[in-house]
């Protein structure tokens, strides 16, 4: 079956430093969706990408989509505490709904 | 506008009791999930419901049971609760096209004993 991976598993940076987690699909998608998800709380929904090879920003975070629509990044420019949490891709393929989600990966900022 | 509901919040069971989680969303969604989230292991989808009236599995459906009994609810049935079951459940219902986000609830804390 379709298997989705995000590296790294976990990750503690200084408040200020970027981020990246990175996210790979043993099968080609159709579609790539990356949700938030805060200690304690439920996944929300961030933004969805759908082309070969696009590029989507929201304020400090940049989402791409690889060209071969099998991986994905996630990029946080100048962490803040606010980022704490754990982010996972979700990908879905042909016309099915069902959505396979990465294995997330967990992000610490401290002071 | 409450979204998605669930209940109960936490529950504990002792093994092969059964229980029913609730999931109730007034967003007019046609598609409803029930996924399980283990440490480690990202969410997995347990079953999933496309429209009202059908029923599908996911990738973990062994021990569990679905009713879609309306639009809007979607309930998850453990008939004989085991402690591979210990988990934390979140139910999720989306909107038209298979690319259409999906909306949480707030999840129900499981521990079987």
């Known amino acids: 079956g379709q298997q989705v991976m995000q590296i790294p598993q976990y990750q503690h940076v200084q408040e200020g430093e970027d981020f990246t987690t990175y996210c790979n699909s043993s099968?080609?998608?159709?579609?790539i969706q990356w949700y938030k998800q805060r200690p304690g709380g439920h996944p929300v929904f961030l933004i969805q990408?759908?082309?070969?090879?696009e590029v989507k920003k929201q304020k400090r975070l940049t989402f791409q989509f690889g060209e071969a629509k099998k991986n994905s990044s996630l990029h946080i420019t100048a962490t803040q505490t606010t980022d704490v949490g754990t982010y996972f891709c979700a990908g879905n393929t042909g016309t099915a709904s069902k959505l396979t989600f990465g294995t997330g990966t967990r992000l610490q900022v401290t002071l | 506008n409450a979204g998605v509901t669930q209940t109960p919040k936490f529950q504990v069971l002792k093994t092969g009791q059964s229980m029913t989680l609730q999931c109730a969303q007034d967003m007019n969604h046609n598609s409803m999930y029930w996924y399980r989230q283990d440490p480690g292991m990202g969410l997995r989808l347990i079953y999933y419901?496309?429209?009202?009236?059908?029923?599908d599995k996911g990738e973990v459906p062994n021990g569990y049971n679905v009713s879609r009994l309306n639009k809007r609810e979607f309930s998850l049935r453990l008939e004989s609760a085991a402690p591979s079951q210990t988990s934390v459940y979140f139910c999720?219902?989306?909107?038209?096209?298979?690319?259409?986000?999906?909306?949480f609830g707030n999840g129900t804390r499981l521990t079987v004993t």
């Open positions: 990408l759908v082309k070969s090879g």
């Open positions: 099968t080609t998608l159709s579609n």
């Open positions: 419901s496309a429209s009202e009236g059908t029923t």
């Open positions: 999720a219902s989306s909107g038209e096209g298979f690319a259409s986000p999906l909306h």
